[in-house]
């Protein structure tokens, strides 16, 4: 397609239009560290895409990585396109003015590839807005020479088959593998001559692409899958995931982009490892991302220091499922805080685990004030506990709430989950019990040695069963269910002797069913999300702009059955939408551990044995050392 040569750069919105939406400075590019260069130069334009509002999209480590990956490569431009805000959408569709790139201000439709990375399900509706205001036809089927390429990623396209209708392509894994084959393949074939169905049909031969165009899902008369296969010869039937098994010489953007405003993670973000050892039976970042890999600790000092220098942010985060299993994590942290002591900058330590290494860690980085602590328990009881796999017991929590406490902490968040399989009225209400407990342990301190009362929130969400997780085949509930089970908790609540202290938050049930229906849904969903945003939905993961009832209506107009995707509970022997992707993790693991959670039976953690997840063919990592 031919590329439109700029010799400057113009601005896509008039500064009236600007003026007159919120936080104009979301549109305007230019920030810190962006990259700008002329497209007549280069061979191939992408534009990175995070389907929702820019200060979460400019958050998200992914896209910092990609960007400057392929803006290393002269023959690239990456630029980014986020979500506008429903202000500047309305706009756009008044005034017909082509969603644009932040760099170029190019509208969108001029590129080689439209990337867009797939983070939670919530955001399905704002794909097909970006598709829209960038004048891409929605269905893939009617996209012709002069479009764009659109390709997703990200955790959500582990089960790509309800977006299956809007994408050309899908990258099955981690981006630092098999992009360089893809563009070398575009290029080619953009001096061939051929069709697009030619460029699709060779890209579908390259190492974790997925072309959805080339596959056929059939059905039993009950609504499952009978048979799923590719339907053109020499397309792989199975797709391996992509690993970038040597995280220290990985590409890693030593210049990331600053915006020019707050986002919601204003700092540098170090990625310390991949992957995590727990095997939480409910998490899928856990399964999908084995195994876990750990970047060496003099590059991660390296780059911290080369961040921090190029950025002038105030704070860095510990990037990492798990940071507290990071094997050189003190030695890190040793030298952050002489590093970042001289420069008066703040280190975030996110996903620590409750013991005492962590809670002295933590204590040598934050403010004497303490801020207040995160612990997940994820279930109130043991035996819930046990079920999830989630490896701590009551006395571990206790011990490390109560060294917090000593340690001059006086706020805790305890993070839950409602709804997960085999869960009792007595497990809920043993949520708020282990609060009471913990709140116990901080009044058991001397009143002298105490700075006022303490505080802590309870926060549940509601369980989502996800793909690749020993889970996937569970059951979830009705909304009046999960509303129910926060009731219950809430009451138990009230009944605690240290009720004062606690305070009890929870997530919205229908925003739970959706995300259960678009999480295990297959392609025919992909009417029913094109009808929701014909009906308006977009930004579904806002409160303030989620609207059930037109979900539900869209369901009701497509001929989808909801109860279908949530409460039935699936048989071991099911085809599943996702069973094509080869994710490491075997099935037959995932049923072991799923009939382990049955009988509330616990697996020890990857650096205590080896379980035989799969992830062991990748040749590296924990697991393997384990082996020898």
Not at 251 to 274: A, G, N
Not at 298 to 309: D, F, G, S, T
Request: aromatic share 10%; hydrophobic share 35%.
């Amino acid at each position: 397609m031919d590329l439109q040569d700029k010799k400057e750069r113009k601005p896509a919105l008039s500064d009236k239009i600007l003026m007159s939406v919120e936080k104009p400075a979301r549109y305007i590019g230019g920030e810190v560290n962006a990259v700008m260069k002329d497209p007549s130069q280069v061979e191939i334009r992408f534009a990175m895409c995070f389907p929702d509002v820019y200060e979460i999209g400019m958050s998200h480590l992914g896209i910092q990585i990609l960007y400057d990956m392929f803006n290393r490569r002269s023959d690239v431009y990456c630029e980014r396109v986020y979500s506008p805000w429903p202000d500047l959408h309305r706009i756009l569709k008044e005034e017909q003015i082509p969603l644009f790139a932040l760099e170029s201000q190019d509208p969108i439709q001029v590129f080689d590839f439209l990337g867009i990375t797939i983070q939670y399900e919530m955001c399905y509706t704002n794909i097909l807005q970006i598709l829209d205001l960038s004048g891409i036809p929605l269905l893939a089927k009617d996209r012709g020479m002069e479009h764009p390429f659109v390709i997703g990623g990200g955790p959500c396209a582990y089960n790509p088959e309800p977006l299956a209708d809007f994408f050309d392509l899908f990258y099955i894994g981690e981006g630092e593998t098999s992009y360089d084959e893809l563009f070398c393949l575009y290029k080619a074939w953009k001096k061939s001559g051929m069709d697009r169905k030619e460029f699709l049909r060779k890209a579908a031969r390259v190492p974790g692409i997925y072309v959805p165009s080339f596959y056929e899902a059939v059905y039993h008369e009950d609504g499952t899958i009978a048979d799923f296969h590719p339907t053109e010869d020499g397309i792989p039937a199975r797709i391996e995931k992509q690993v970038a098994m040597d995280l220290t010489d990985a590409p890693y953007p030593s210049k990331p982009l600053v915006p020019f405003i707050q986002v919601t993670q204003d700092r540098v973000v170090l990625e310390i490892q991949r992957g995590c050892i727990r095997g939480c039976r409910f998490c899928q970042a856990g399964m999908i991302y084995r195994p876990t890999r750990e970047k060496d600790v003099e590059v991660l000092k390296r780059q911290a220091y080369e961040l921090l220098k190029n950025t002038g942010y105030e704070e860095i985060s510990l990037n990492s499922l798990s940071s507290s299993d990071y094997s050189r994590l003190k030695e890190l942290v040793t030298y952050l805080i002489e590093e970042c002591g001289e420069r008066r900058v703040n280190i975030s330590l996110p996903s620590l685990r409750i013991d005492e290494f962590s809670l002295d860690v933590m204590s040598k980085v934050q403010d004497i004030k303490k801020s207040s602590l995160t612990f997940a328990p994820e279930a109130g009881s043991q035996r819930l506990r046990d079920v999830i796999n989630k490896g701590l017991t009551r006395e571990v929590i206790l011990e490390g709430a109560g060294k917090a406490f000593e340690g001059g902490w006086q706020k805790v968040k305890l993070y839950f989950m409602l709804g997960l399989p085999t869960e009792t009225v007595e497990d809920q209400e043993a949520i708020a019990e282990l609060a009471n407990e913990i709140a116990a342990r901080y009044y058991d301190i001397p009143k002298e040695r105490r700075s006022g009362r303490c505080q802590i929130t309870i926060s549940t969400s509601f369980f989502v069963p996800k793909p690749f997780t020993p889970f996937q085949w569970a059951k979830m509930y009705p909304k009046e269910h999960y509303l129910e089970c926060a009731k219950t908790v809430n009451e138990a609540v009230k009944n605690q002797l240290n009720k004062k202290s606690i305070r009890y938050n929870w997530h919205e049930a229908d925003v739970t069913v959706l995300e259960g229906i678009l999480a295990r849904g297959d392609r025919r969903l992909g009417k029913a999300i094109l009808r929701a945003y014909e009906k308006g939905c977009l930004f579904d993961a806002w409160s303030d702009f989620y609207d059930h009832s037109k979900w539900m209506e869209a369901f009701l107009e497509t001929g989808i059955h909801p109860d279908f995707y949530t409460v039935r509970e699936r048989s071991l022997e099911e085809i599943l939408p996702w069973d094509f992707i080869d994710a490491g993790v075997t099935k037959a693991f995932l049923k072991r551990e799923y009939h382990k959670a049955l009988e509330g039976k616990v697996t020890l953690n990857c650096r205590m044995q080896c379980n035989s997840c799969g992830a062991g063919k990748y040749q590296g990592g924990v697991c393997v050392e384990n082996q020898n």
